[in-house]
């Protein structure tokens, strides 16, 4: 029944890397735009990137230049790399299919903490 998980998470200093990955249910990722969220304590939710189903993508300006979103439809497997970090980008990340956040249940999300 779960539809929906993020992995890849953790600790990591400012400047490092790290590479999320979110593991979709076939009803969820195929042929739709898949997107990665972020939320931070006492914060809204956040889009930070978008991958249409052919490929297309785009970001918030605040990551763009440093994540790169993909998407592996064989896998129905979504990533997003997440370079030179900031600790501002500190927040529970979260994906999700980008027009249907209200229609199916969101994942668990997974924790990014960069430290200074």
């Known amino acids: 029944q779960v539809q929906l998980v993020e992995s890849g998470g953790g600790l990591v200093q400012a400047g490092g890397s790290l590479r999320l990955s979110c593991a979709a249910s076939?009803?969820?990722?195929?042929?739709?735009?898949m997107a990665w969220y972020r939320q931070a304590p006492g914060k809204q939710r956040e889009l930070v990137a978008a991958?249409?189903?052919?490929?297309?993508?785009n970001y918030v300006d605040s990551v763009k230049g440093r994540f790169t979103i993909s998407r592996d439809n064989a896998k129905n497997t979504l990533y997003l790399q997440m370079n030179s970090l900031k600790p501002e980008d500190t927040a529970v990340y979260y994906c999700?299919?980008?027009?249907?956040?209200?229609?199916?249940?969101w994942g668990r999300g997974t924790q990014v903490t960069v430290s200074s």
């Open positions: 999700h299919a980008r027009y249907l956040t209200n229609s199916r249940q």
């Open positions: 991958i249409t189903s052919g490929g297309d993508t």
């Open positions: 076939v009803s969820i990722f195929s042929g739709n735009a």
